[in-house]
């Protein structure tokens, strides 16, 4: 018999201790964060470039008109403030007073800080809280303690959080709200992954969860202010032993992916008939995002591409030099300064032969061959570059003074805004990149989805509220 769950209390009222996870571009909106607080639970508007709408109620789309990055990264700012402070009013609206609208979003996202002062100004009285993870946002505890909202640091370690604590946020102690842990092997999107941890060996959270208690004691944080289990989490029996737990202290629980598969969920049809198909191990931890983070997709035969793309790449030198002694006469035109291997050689012509006629130079002295095609596509998205990260290696950009990044473009990535944009809009499911969690594979199990069985937000949550 599962013991189940108590309310708890959050921005000064009860809630339950079910929060939905914020997913980037449009694939967390104000109809299921709305749906999710009015179920009792703690609802998150995703506000990164959140879609606004025209007077008759139709979405805005995102199209930019200057010529220049830094002319189109001020149009991104502006349609990113209009779109969520429109999804909080609306999910403000629907949540009817019951549980909580929180909003999600990414430090590393372009403008990151000029958006949430616009967010949370146009917006005052209906915000309850800020998670904001991909970073370390040292600022997010300030930002929102201006504004009167709770924030919520997501990290990945005990020692992130000891950092930020230690730095920024225990000048402003009483609006830590929670404590986000997400585990960086199996949560959806974007993965706090040190380099120290190795990508293919996970972690039991357990230890990594108490360890991050640990340290908030030591910091003085009372048990009280709740850590937030994010990622790999489905149903709350698996869970049970973590709940009422003395060493753990308050524990909340984050489903990201199941409320994907919902009636208010807003992602297109197509995306939700692909996660009922999936099977374990169609989720791939890769590194081809331009943050530079690792992250977690569906490997879909965009990703599959993104993987060829890398696997057809040789390394060179700019005169011969030991081994690379071959002068590579595929792919680079007339230019002779291009040395490499006599196996590289061989494959660079074996690929030449099959259409990958194109070589394109990486920040990292190889090249990868592309076709014509891919090569013009790869061309006209860098050049489209509107700024969407304050750093991005597949274009350069860099939210600095310059701009720039310092570094060549690198076409082994692809432009995120782009892909995230067209999929949350009905873009091909193929063709684009797929966010999910690693347990996606058991939507295909779960006898609740069984016949296609899509339900609810309240039913979902009356679900997790079983333990199932």
């Known amino acids: 018999m599962f013991k189940g769950i108590k309310p708890i209390r959050y921005a000064g009222r009860e809630v339950l201790p079910l929060v939905e996870g914020g997913k980037g571009v449009s694939a967390t909106n104000h109809m ?9 639970g703690i609802g998150t508007v995703s506000a990164v470039n959140a879609d606004s709408y025209d007077p008759e109620g139709k979405i805005v789309p995102q199209i930019y008109h200057a010529l220049t990055r830094r002319d189109r990264h001020e149009e991104l700012i502006n349609y990113a403030i209009e779109g969520a402070s429109e999804q909080v009013r609306r999910a403000y609206e629907m949540s009817d007073g019951k549980g909580a609208i929180n909003i999600n979003v990414l430090w590393e996202m372009g403008g990151a800080q000029r958006i949430l002062h616009g967010v949370l100004e146009r917006t005052r009285g209906m915000v309850s809280g800020v998670t904001c993870g991909a970073g370390m946002p040292y600022k997010l505890s300030e930002i929102a303690a201006s504004y009167g909202v709770n924030y919520l640091p997501i990290i990945s370690s005990a020692r992130a959080f000891s950092a930020l604590w230690k730095r920024a946020y225990s000048k402003a102690a009483e609006w830590l709200g929670a404590v986000v842990y997400e585990d960086p092997w199996l949560a959806g999107g974007h993965n706090g992954l040190s380099n120290a941890e190795d990508p293919l060996v996970p972690q039991d959270p357990y230890p990594r969860v108490k360890a991050l208690r640990d340290t908030m004691r030591a910091g003085g ?11 790999g989490v489905w149903n709350l029996k698996e869970w049970e032993d973590w709940i009422d737990n003395p060493e753990l202290g308050q524990i909340v629980f984050q489903f990201g992916t199941r409320p994907l598969l919902t009636q208010e969920s807003p992602i297109p049809d197509e995306w939700k008939q692909r996660l009922m198909m999936l099977e374990e191990g169609d ?6 995002s331009p943050t530079g983070f690792y992250s977690s997709a569906v ?5 599959r591409s993104l993987e060829a793309r890398s696997h057809r790449q040789i390394a060179f030198t ?20 291009y040395w490499v291997t006599r196996g590289d050689l061989l494959h660079a012509r074996e690929w030449y032969a099959q259409g990958y006629t194109e070589a394109l130079k990486t920040p990292d002295e190889t090249l990868v061959f592309t076709t014509p095609e891919e ?6 998205d860098q050049a489209d570059c509107m700024g969407c990260l304050s750093q991005c290696a597949f274009s350069s950009w860099a939210d600095n003074e310059k701009n720039s990044t310092g570094r060549l473009a690198d076409p082994r990535s692809f432009c995120i805004q782009k892909t995230l944009q067209d999929i949350a809009h ?15 594979f058991r939507f295909k199990k779960d006898p609740f989805y069984s016949n296609g069985f899509v339900p609810t937000v309240k039913q979902l949550v009356e679900r997790i509220e079983t333990g199932d």
């Open 283 to 288: 989720i791939l931890l890769h590194r081809f």
């Open 32 to 40: 299921s964060s709305g749906a999710w607080a009015a179920a009792g």
């Open 299 to 303: 490997r879909n035969p965009f990703l």
């Open 426 to 440: 009905g873009g091909p499911v193929d063709e684009n990149l797929m966010f999910a969690g690693h347990s996606a």
């Open 375 to 380: 090569k013009t596509v790869i061309r006209k």
């Open 221 to 231: 944080i009372s048990d009280d202010v709740p850590i937030v289990m994010a990622g």
């Open 318 to 337: 700019k005169e011969e030099l030991g081994d690379h002694a071959f002068q590579l006469d595929v792919g680079v035109g007339n230019r002779k300064n």
